[in-house]
């Protein structure tokens, strides 16, 4: 088990059952140049409901030459700018093969925008770059000037309406077994503006433009991450909460519908 220390720990504010047999680990994928447009909100929400859970949520952020963890329960990924990705994808090819492992052994993931291309076959810039990317998700991007932006509900049908906010110029096409996340209404929105299709999913690994953050405004989204990751490691998703857990659980899945009334009924 590794040590806590700057790359592994349990985040401030996070309450811990530290029971060996509770323990999820967690890792935030280039959280120093992929988290932009709020995507670390995503983890907050998966560590602050593992915990209400009654789990044991120990966070390892994972940046460009760190050791990796020695167990990986659940990864998160967020977006970032060209020159981030840039910056990212060699050490992202060192790591490929161990993705590719995870995601084949069924890990839960979920990536946002910008590590949502890269997790593709490639992304084109629009300055006409290509960055190859490492494969796990059947998706290949092509930058373009016009921007996708607004807030966007797109229908699911494992996770019912996901509510985000896009933000991209690239253009994402599916291929192979992968298929959406969800669907969407609009023309001009999501994946690509035509196929009216938004994000990928590939067994366990999911990817999406929905940045706002994500996770917050749409707990069963990442309640069902949880279940994955806990399913695998214990065998099955098994919460122990007290009555105060229990009730700040609720005042949160509160206050996230009250997030996606707002977010909604907001024009793009």
């Known amino acids: 088990m590794p040590a806590v220390n700057e790359t592994t720990r349990r985040p401030s504010g996070v309450e811990t059952n530290q029971h060996p047999d509770r323990r999820i680990d967690v890792v935030s994928l280039y959280p ?3 988290n932009i447009y709020g995507d670390w909100g995503n983890v907050l929400t998966v560590m602050r409901r593992l915990s ?4 044991d949520p120990v966070l390892h952020e994972y940046n460009q030459g760190d050791p990796w963890p020695d167990h990986v329960d ?3 990924g967020g977006g970032g700018q060209d020159n ?5 994808t060699d050490d992202l090819f060192v790591r490929a093969d ?12 979920l990536m946002i925008c910008g590590l949502y291309q890269l997790f593709g076959e490639y992304f084109e810039t629009v300055d006409g770059t290509r960055l190859d990317g490492i494969g796990i998700l059947g998706a290949y991007t092509v930058g373009r000037e016009h921007r996708m932006i607004g807030n966007l509900v797109e229908h ?10 896009e933000n991209h110029s690239g253009q994402t096409f599916l291929t192979g077994g992968t298929k959406p996340l969800g669907r969407v209404d609009a023309d001009g929105t999501g994946n690509n503006g035509t196929d009216h299709t938004e994000g990928a999913r590939f067994g366990n690994v999911i990817g999406t433009y929905m940045h706002g953050s994500v996770l917050p405004k749409n707990p069963r989204l990442a309640d069902g991450l949880i279940r994955i990751a806990a399913e695998r490691r214990y065998g099955a998703f098994a919460p122990r ?4 857990q229990t009730a700040e659980l609720r005042r949160i899945d509160d206050c996230a519908q009250h997030a996606r009334d707002v977010a909604a009924s907001r024009p793009r």
Do not use: C, H, N
């Open 156 to 165: 699911s049908e494992e996770f019912g309406d996901i509510i985000g906010y």
């Open 52 to 55: 209400l859970y009654g789990y």
């Open 32 to 34: 120093k140049d992929m």
């Open 241 to 244: 909460q007290d009555d105060q």
């Open 98 to 109: 161990t993705l590719r492992a995870l995601a084949a052994d069924g890990v839960p993931m």
């Open 84 to 88: 981030g990705q840039k910056k990212i």
């Open 74 to 76: 659940l990864i998160l």
